[in-house]
Nanobody
Framework: QVQLVESGGGLVQAGGSLRLSCAAS????????MGWFRQAPGKEREFVAS????????SYADSVKGRFTTSRDNAKNTMYLQMNSLKPEDTAVYYC?????????????WGQGTQVTVSS
C-alpha cells in the first residue's frame, strides 16, 4: 500500500506561481510513475502531468504545457509540480496518484488533494 499527501496549494493572483508537493510513503519501491490530476467544481477530473520514476520522462496536458513542470526526487519519494503563469481556469483541487505498472493508463493510489485558487 502507498499513502500520498499533497501540499502547497493556496490562493494566488493570475500570472503568479505555486509549487505543489506530493509525498509518498509505504511500499514506495513499487512506484513506476506518478501523476497529477485536477478537478474543478462541476467538472470531470482531468490529467495534468506525469513522470516516470526511473527515467524521469514527463508528460503534460496541452492546457498546461509550457507553464507547468513536474519533477521528482525518488530518494525522498516526492513528486513536485511547479506551476507558473497561472490562469483562473487552473483553479481546481489538485491530486497526485501512483501508477504501479508505469504505462500511465491506470493509477492505483490517490492522495486527498490540495486546493489551488487563481484570482483574476
Amino acid at each position: 500500500q502507498v499513502q500520498l499527501v499533497e501540499s502547497g496549494g493556496g490562493l494566488v493572483q493570475a500570472g503568479g506561481s505555486l509549487r505543489l508537493s506530493c509525498a509518498a510513503s509505504g511500499r514506495t519501491s513499487n512506484i513506476r510513475r506518478m501523476g497529477w490530476f485536477r478537478q474543478a467544481p462541476g467538472k470531470e477530473r482531468e490529467f495534468v502531468a506525469s513522470i516516470t520514476w526511473s527515467g524521469g520522462t514527463t508528460s503534460y496536458a496541452d492546457s498546461v504545457k509550457g507553464r507547468f513542470t513536474t519533477s521528482r526526487d525518488n530518494a525522498k519519494n516526492t513528486m513536485y509540480l511547479q506551476m507558473n503563469s497561472l490562469k483562473p481556469e487552473d483553479t481546481a483541487v489538485y491530486y497526485c496518484a501512483v501508477d504501479l505498472i508505469g504505462g500511465g493508463i491506470t493509477y492505483e493510489y490517490w492522495g486527498q488533494g490540495t486546493q489551488v485558487t487563481v484570482s483574476s
